[in-house]
């Protein structure tokens, strides 16, 4: 509200027992700013009470501002039209209901924004039944965001709850709420904290635990937030006790992380076929450069280079053995080979189309061993 007004600084001061509207103690919340040396500027001096400034409808002694918290970052994340700051007001005697927390969207003049008011009352907006005397309401602490989902959470503290069966009573409670980016809490997403909702903590009666409270600075290196909460406890039995309430902060899981990209196709296969080797077998691959690979199964290895007379491809081949009769070269045997041993090296021919006419040409032959 300071950054958005141009004022130094910018403070909420309570006056539980206002007599606005003729109510006895109805309570009221004055929203003053600050000049550089702490006093009040005279810039803002607005007060909000029973139906006055925005203020909600309130009954005599509801105490309304017994706890005030500002919530940083709610009225950025509500959205809600003209609201600067966002402040918790707590009404802990409010009539027969347990008490009541409002939370009160402030414009630039400091003054709440009705119609976007929200009230957090036994039984309603997720927040647990309540009895007569439980003072919700008696302290508030913004906790920062909990649950990481970009929306400020609220504790509130009702020191006159009963705990357990046979109840234990007074014990007092704290509930954390998780907030919408409207104000209000998410049903079934409210933490609660009093005697033996954690292992080891357990209250005595007349506890009074949450009368009063205050968050510590940030999260902790075990990513934990931290409270300290007061239990006023009973004069006569009872000392009065500080606990520091650790909560951990729920981190969302990470988003999937995106999918690998797909593996790109293996390059085509070479293309391969079977020839007739005598009573071996061998395979014919096309390398580049119109090489070809010639391999005996169980013999050696023939390295077969064309000589420029042909081009080979894909066709396929067939391969006759040395000394069988030489087929007839035409359009039926053509890119058929022929093995000659009867020189003094291997000759390789194939049958090949010149122009018109079909004939057998040589491939030159080098073998390894």
């Not at 999260?219 to 300290?228: F, M, N, Q, R």
Request: charge should be negative; hydrophobic fraction near 40%.
């Amino acid at each position: 509200l300071a950054h958005a007004t141009g004022h130094v600084a910018v403070i909420a001061v309570t006056a539980t027992n206002d007599r606005t509207g003729g109510l006895v103690g109805g309570g009221a919340v004055h929203v003053m700013s600050l000049g550089p040396d702490g006093t009040g500027d005279g810039g803002m001096m607005l007060k909000i009470a029973h139906l006055t400034n925005g203020g909600p409808e309130l009954a005599d002694h509801d105490g309304f501002g017994r706890a005030v918290a500002a919530i940083p970052g709610l009225a950025r994340a509500s959205g809600v039209a003209d609201a600067v700051a966002v402040l918790a007001v707590g009404s802990p005697s409010a009539g027969t209901e347990g008490g009541k927390v409002y939370i009160l969207f402030l414009d630039h003049t400091g003054a709440a924004l009705a119609s976007s008011t929200v009230t957090l009352k036994s039984g309603l907006q997720g927040v647990p039944d309540l009895a007569y005397g439980d003072a919700f309401g008696a302290s508030l602490a913004a906790v920062g965001d909990i649950d990481e989902d970009g929306v400020p959470d609220l504790a509130v503290g009702a020191y006159g709850v009963d705990v357990g069966e046979p109840q234990t009573r007074n014990c007092g409670a704290v509930f954390v709420f998780l907030l919408n980016a409207d104000g209000t809490p998410r049903p079934g997403h409210t933490l609660t904290i009093t005697s033996n909702t954690v292992d080891g903590f357990v209250l005595p009666p007349r506890s009074f635990f949450g009368g009063s409270m205050v968050p510590l600075d940030g999260i902790d290196d075990d990513g934990c937030i931290e409270l300290a909460v007061g239990a006023l406890g009973s004069w006569s039995s009872i000392p009065g006790s500080v606990y520091i309430v650790r909560i951990q902060v729920h981190r969302p899981a990470p988003p999937p992380s995106p999918p690998h990209p797909p593996t790109p196709p293996s390059p085509p296969p070479v293309p391969t076929t079977t020839i007739e080797l005598g009573l071996e077998h061998a395979l014919i691959r096309m390398g580049e450069d119109d090489q070809v690979a010639i391999h005996r199964e169980g013999t050696d290895d023939l390295h077969l280079r064309a000589s420029g007379l042909i081009s080979l491809n894909a066709v396929a081949l067939r391969l006759k053995p040395g000394g069988a009769p030489k087929p007839q070269c035409s359009e039926d045997t053509r890119g058929s080979l022929f093995m000659d041993t009867a020189g003094d090296c291997d000759r390789l021919l194939v049958c090949r189309r010149n122009h018109a006419i079909y004939e057998w040409a040589r491939i030159d032959v080098h073998t390894s061993f």
